[in-house]
C-alpha cells in the first residue's frame, strides 16, 4: 500500500497529543505544524515525525508545509470563545489556507477537528429515540462554535469541487479522563480519539461525512450512526467516572444544552 503522509496542525494541544500517543507505524509518517514545536515525549527519536512551526493563518507557511502531504488532520484553531477578530483570522482563514494548499496538492483525506459547540444549542428533548443526529444543522453557541461550523460548510466546499475527501468530526469532551459531570454523555476517550482518527483515514469513506466524536456513553444522547458507516466501533464508556461526580451534575436535565457552560458566555470574550 501507498505511503501517507499525514499534516496535522495543533499537535501540541490536548486532543493532539492524544492522536500521536502511540507508537510508530509502518507505512505513515507525520508533519506537525503549530505554531510552537509540540512538546511530546521521545518526540525527537521519532523518524516517522517532522516539525514545521508556523502559523495557519500565514498562507505561504501552510503551502510549504503541504509539499508531498497526503493527507490532512485539522486540530489547530482557538479553541474556546475569543475575539471575533481573532476567530476569524486563525479558525476561519486559517481553515480556508488549510483547504486551499490541501487542494492544490491533491489531499486525498481531510479531517476536520469540529466541535459539540458547532450544534451547542442542542439539548436531549431535541433528540429523537436514536440519538442526535451526527449531521444535525449547525446551531452554534458562541463565535467560536459558529467558526467550526462554517469551517464544516468550508470543507464540504472543497469536497464538492475537488477530489477531497471529508469528514468532519463534532468532538465533545476529548480528555484523559472527563473533567466535569455535565460533559459525561460527550466524552471521547484517548483510545476512542485514535480509532476514530484510524477510520477516517483507513477505512471506506463517502466523499463528505459528519461523525460525533463521542465513546459510547452510557448517559449520551448522541446518535452512534455516524461513526457506525465508517466502521468506528467505541471501546469505551465515561460511565466507570460517574462516581467522582456530585450526583446533582450528572442528572440529564432535558432542556440542557449540548454545548452546556459555552451557552451563556458572553459573546467575543475570550474565555
Ligand atoms: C471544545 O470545543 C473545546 O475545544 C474543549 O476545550 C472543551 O471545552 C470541549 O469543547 C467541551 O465542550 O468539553
Redesign the pocket.
Given at each position: 500500500t501507498a505511503e501517507r503522509r499525514v499534516l496535522i496542525t495543533g499537535a501540541s494541544g490536548?486532543m493532539g497529543r492524544i492522536l500521536l500517543d502511540r507508537p510508530e507505524r509502518q507505512g505513515w509518517s507525520y508533519v506537525l505544524f503549530d505554531p510552537v514545536a509540540p512538546e511530546i515525549e521521545g518526540l525527537a527519536d521519532r523518524g516517522d515525525i517532522a516539525v514545521v512551526t508556523g502559523d495557519v493563518s500565514d498562507a505561504q507557511a501552510v503551502a510549504s508545509a503541504m509539499q508531498g502531504v497526503t493527507d490532512v488532520v485539522h486540530l489547530g484553531a482557538l479553541?474556546?470563545e475569543d475575539y471575533w477578530e481573532d476567530i476569524l483570522r486563525v479558525n476561519i482563514g486559517g481553515t480556508r489556507n488549510l483547504l486551499e494548499a490541501a487542494a492544490a496538492q491533491g489531499v486525498g483525506r481531510f479531517v476536520f477537528a469540529s466541535?459539540?459547540?458547532a450544534v451547542g444549542c442542542y439539548t436531549p428533548s431535541d433528540a429523537g429515540p436514536a440519538g442526535l443526529a451526527d449531521d444535525a444543522e449547525a446551531r452554534p453557541d458562541t463565535y467560536?462554535g459558529w467558526s467550526?461550523a462554517a469551517g464544516e460548510d468550508l470543507l464540504r466546499l472543497y469536497c464538492e469541487r475537488t477530489q477531497m475527501r471529508g469528514v468532519v468530526i463534532r468532538?465533545?469532551?476529548?480528555f484523559p479522563e472527563p473533567?466535569t459531570g455535565p460533559?459525561l454523555p460527550?466524552w471521547l476517550s484517548p483510545r476512542d480519539a485514535r480509532a476514530l482518527l484510524d477510520a477516517c483515514l483507513e477505512n471506506d469513506i463517502a466523499p463528505f461525512q459528519t461523525v460525533w466524536g463521542s465513546s459510547a456513553n452510557t448517559r449520551s444522547w448522541l446518535s452512534l450512526e455516524g461513526g457506525k458507516k465508517i466502521g468506528f466501533v467505541s471501546a469505551d464508556d465515561s460511565e466507570q467516572f460517574v462516581d467522582r461526580f456530585p450526583a446533582d451534575s450528572i442528572a440529564i436535565d432535558p432542556d440542557g444544552p449540548l454545548?452546556?457552560h459555552?451557552v451563556s458566555v458572553p459573546l467575543g470574550v475570550p474565555m
Open positions: 490536548t479553541s474556546v466541535s459539540n459547540h467560536y467550526k468532538i465533545g469532551h476529548c473533567l460533559r460527550f454545548g452546556a459555552f
